[in-house]
């Protein structure tokens, strides 16, 4: 159904000729029951007097909590608009799938039970969401951890915008304690009540009350004295497709396509750059691996802001 989101009207036309010409594929079926509007990825019947087979498609490696409301409002909205359906699955990407064979590239569940145990929910839920677009002022609800479950709301950036900045839940390492914080009216890190912090969060505290930049000298010093020169100040940019390009490859794999090195001989000697960058459309590694090879000799020591990314990608 080519019609996009901008022409919802053209999209439901497009989409029951279809029907009664009898297509058994269909992809961005649009369909609106009660003023709710919904376009199935995927529609699959044996004959077009079958009933259909409901693919929602997501692009994440497993099936979550949230991908079954959606198909249980979407199988409650074709059920309204006269449309048999006889399953309902969800399609995700196997990341066990592995280049060149692509023939597991993508994993579907069955979810039929599981979303017709939800659709009961879902006109009460319709209900609920057009009482909220019918009135003129925002909601009255508070902030809380709906505000990024299951993903961030659009609208945090209105309702945050009284708790100002640095707060409570800018210290790292907080998580779940900075709403208990909150829930005691503690917002902003100047508040006196503020406290009982230990460990990273403290240390950001205090960083932050003092203007003054905390470091742990004595575990850097300890850290640089393992390194050896010439010191290569190394790092890499990386692209994870979901459908994976090269050999041995799976989805979503980081893939080096890019390094910049930089290179001290010896202690207060000058910094030598070198840098690589992949631009033909083959396997990006052979070439970044010589390149790498030809910069980085058998004497010294690789210096990564994230030891992890970078030895990652060079293994």
Known sequence: IEADHRNTQAALDQTQKCIQDGALVLFEAAFRHEGVLVRVDVLTRESPQAPWDLVEVKSSTSVKDEHLNDVAVQAWV?????QKLRSC?????????????????????????????????????????????????????DIGPHCDDPYECPFKGHCWSGVGSPSIFDLPGMGKRAWEYYERGIVSLQDPRLKGLKGKPARALQATRSNITWMDRAAIADQMEEWKWPLHFLDFETFGPAIPRWKGTRPYEPVAFQFSCHIQQKAGGPLIHHEYLHDKAVDPRPALAFALSEVIGPKGSIVAYNKGVEAAAIE
């Open 78 to 82: 074709m059920k309204g608009a006269k």
């Open 89 to 141: 699955a969800v399609m995700v990407i196997n990341n066990k799938c592995t280049y060149p064979d692509l023939s597991n590239l993508f994993s579907t569940t069955d979810v039929t039970q599981e979303a017709q145990d939800r659709e009961r929910e879902v006109p009460q839920i319709v209900q609920a969401f057009q009482k909220v677009l019918a009135h003129t002022a925002p909601p009255k609800r």
